[in-house]
């Protein structure tokens, strides 16, 4: 049937508006976004506030260069493993890997294979980087849930999980896992509510064979934990406790969003009420952005 001229009319109506549209949207400009973030005002601090600052910064940069020379701890830990397995706690920043490493060294120089697991996936590729620096990247691999790399190396870095999962294969088809020595760090893993049973499956299933060294900044309760590591693995287990403070200081700060460092606490301790002129700023901002 034709259409009638009110159909045509429409028809071209609805299309020429539809060729404006499109016209507009190629030729219009589109309108700047105003400035992201206000001004930054710097003021000049007090002369408290710069002695503070001083105070917080005194110290920081490249160390003088001196010969390493290993804590009576260290020393302890790496003659005790050749025949036992060690659980050694001790600060961050004490030297823990260190004992590590040195077994290490030995280990590959006697043609014997080590694995080294961590819980998080960044410190295995960290540890992954370090190792074959030291070691030579032909003796390192890696093992994670999304990395496999030289994984027939002698040095096998990788997260515990994949360690587990290893035991149990070889639990499964009566297979020996290849390798001499197990480095489980950050050991207090094993009190975590939902990974702790990786650790605890890991412990029970490492064939006496294979020694074993625990390291922990954090571990609690560390002779009931070795002596329940007897219990499961049938060997002796050595508690190495380096008590005391971090070697390694903590500072803490606070950098405002005007580029003033504050030291987050006063000598005394007591939190440092020069960073509460902050609050009440960011608390407007807060509102005007919503």
Do not use: C
């Amino acid at each position: 049937m034709p259409r009638s001229k009110q159909d045509r009319y429409r028809k071209n109506k609805g299309g020429s508006r539809s060729t404006q549209h499109s016209q507009r949207e190629r030729t219009d400009k589109r309108r700047l976004a105003g400035e992201s973030s206000v001004e930054t005002v710097f003021r000049e601090p007090s002369p408290a506030q710069k002695r503070a600052v001083e105070e917080l910064l005194a110290g920081i940069g490249v160390p003088e260069q001196k010969p390493l020379k290993p804590d009576d701890f260290q020393l302890e830990a790496l003659a005790a493993i050749e025949t036992e397995d060690v659980l050694v706690t001790a600060p961050t920043g004490s030297g823990k890997t260190w004992i590590a490493r040195e077994e290490i060294r030995r280990l590959l120089a006697a043609g014997k294979r080590a694995w080294y697991t961590t819980p998080l996936k960044a410190l295995t590729n960290s540890k992954y980087v370090e190792f074959s620096t030291e070691f030579g990247a032909e003796n390192v691999g890696i093992l994670t849930g999304d990395r496999k790399e030289n994984a027939d190396a002698p040095l096998i870095v990788g997260t515990t999980e994949i360690f587990r999962n290893q035991l149990f294969d070889a639990l499964r088809t009566g297979e020996q896992v290849e390798t001499d020595f197990v480095i489980l760090d950050e050991a207090h893993y094993l009190s975590d509510e939902e990974r702790g049973h990786v650790w605890e499956e890991t412990i029970i299933l490492t064939p006496p064979r294979i020694r074993m060294l625990l390291l922990s900044a954090t571990v609690g309760r560390a002779e009931q934990f070795a002596r329940w590591i007897e219990d499961v693995r049938g060997t002796r287990v050595r508690v190495i406790n380096r008590a005391g403070s971090r070697p390694v200081e903590l500072r803490a700060a606070y950098l405002s969003h005007r580029l003033q460092l504050f030291p987050l606490f006063n000598e005394d301790g007591s939190f440092n009420r020069d960073i509460e002129q902050f609050t009440p700023e960011r608390n407007r901002s807060f509102r005007r952005r919503r």
